[in-house]
């Protein structure tokens, strides 16, 4: 399925559509959403493209997105409850994304392998307190519980000196992936069906951030170096381990890396999830584009100075580093900025700028989350607008009363 290029996103569009909502709430344009998972899917290359629910922790879109293409399947999930509540609601091919020590949920997993063995979730391990905290749960007829090993995706520079990359699993080579794997295949209530490899130092790092031309160049020699190594360490790692092990699933890559990981012949699908929604964080990528799909209104209520127009909220800040990356951006009308004395504030954000002036008492401003489903943790309903109209409204996670981290 192709879709069209999205229609133009204005301010006045956007005020024009939500007149008869009250603000502040959330949104997602659904043109621009399609546009994405397209662009998304032709990056994939072919490869099955599996959906990260934490970027869009609403039930409804997930199922959209499953429906709209079969180049979209499985899900990648982010906690054991949440896995266990979506497989509730009539999800399959579930992979959860990191280890758990939720014994309660790992009690209700061992139930659910028993009923039906072959499409229970699969679990994450990186080590054999993990394999230990599965078994202590299982009973003696208990079903085998699958896993999947989360291998460590990261560059060591500087003849390992120096890491670069996500600080996740402590399986780096082939080694150390294989002592694992001979671990699992020793306990029979525990079944390793998968491998997983996520270089954050590559999906999630901008190889363009704006005025700094230096540190970009530095950025894209990193990931060059970077994908080259994992390459050839992962396809190392399968080809061991697949010696004794049936591996169902060899995941990679995340939004940022679709095509590099995708091009890795180990691979046998990839990972995507900020792509649907494109925060601001996926703004600067020199490999691809993408349409702002997400936002949120909030309403202007003080006028300081007839140059500063204050909203209310929006102190909706990302989750990482601290540092002003993970700020909201101001999006619509166009010209506005964060006072970089208040930033964005829990009760107020002051919003500065040539457009400013322009907003009244009673008018909306629009922004974008630096992330992407981190923003459905401060709204209950999303708002889905396709052409010039809301088509739907519908539960986030928090509007179904799920709060999962």
């Not at 409850?81 to 979506?86: I, K, R, V, Y």
């Not at 012949?265 to 601001?280: D, H, K, L, N, R």
């Not at 702002?292 to 209104?297: E, H, T």
Request: net charge negative.
């Amino acid at each position: 399925m192709r879709v069209s290029a999205p229609p133009s996103q204005s301010h006045d569009r956007y005020e024009r559509i939500f007149a008869e909502v009250e603000a502040p709430f959330a949104f997602v344009d659904l043109d621009a959403m399609w546009a994405n998972a397209e662009a998304m899917l032709e990056r994939a290359g072919g490869k099955p493209v599996r959906v990260a629910t934490k970027s869009i922790r609403c039930r409804a879109l997930l199922e959209a997105i499953l429906r709209h293409d079969q180049g979209f399947a499985g899900l990648m999930t982010y906690t054991l409850p949440e896995t266990l509540w979506l497989a509730e609601q009539g999800f399959e091919d579930l992979l959860l994304a990191y280890p758990t020590a939720d014994a309660g949920a790992l009690g209700e997993l061992a139930l659910r392998s028993v009923a039906n063995p072959g499409d229970a979730p699969v679990v994450m391990v990186d080590c054999i307190e993990h394999l230990n905290a599965i078994e202590s749960v299982l009973g003696a007829g208990a079903a085998p519980v699958r896993v999947c090993i989360d291998l460590d995706a990261g560059w060591w520079a500087l003849r390992g000196r120096v890491k670069v990359g996500p600080k996740r699993s402590p399986v780096h080579t082939v080694e150390q992936a294989v002592a694992l794997a001979r671990e699992i295949d020793g306990r029979p209530q525990i079944e390793l069906v998968a491998l997983m490899a996520y270089e954050g130092q590559i999906a999630g790092v901008p190889d363009q951030p704006p005025g700094r031309r230096l540190r970009g160049a530095a950025i894209r020699f990193m990931q060059r170096r970077s994908a080259a190594e994992l390459a050839e360490r992962r396809g190392a790692i399968v080809a061991a381990v697949g010696e004794f092990s049936d591996l169902e699933i060899v995941n990679g890559g995340g939004t940022g890396s679709l095509e590099l990981t995708a091009a890795d012949g180990a691979v046998t699908e990839v990972t995507a999830g900020s792509g649907f929604y494109a925060p601001a964080l996926f703004d600067h990528y020199s490999r691809f584009s993408l349409t702002p799909a997400a936002g949120f209104a909030l309403p202007i209520v003080r006028k300081p100075s007839p140059r500063v127009a204050t909203a209310l909220g929006g102190g909706y800040l990302a989750s990482g580093s601290g540092d002003t990356a993970r700020l909201p951006v101001p999006w619509l009308p166009p010209g506005l900025e964060l006072d970089p004395e208040e930033g964005a504030g829990e009760v107020q954000t002051p919003l500065l700028g040539d457009a400013a002036a322009n907003l009244a008492v009673g008018d909306r401003a629009y922004l974008r989350h630096a992330k992407a489903g981190e923003l459905c943790e401060r709204f209950d309903t999303l708002h889905l607008v396709q052409g010039d109209e809301i088509v739907d409204a519908v539960p986030t996670y928090r509007g179904e009363g799920q709060a999962f981290l």
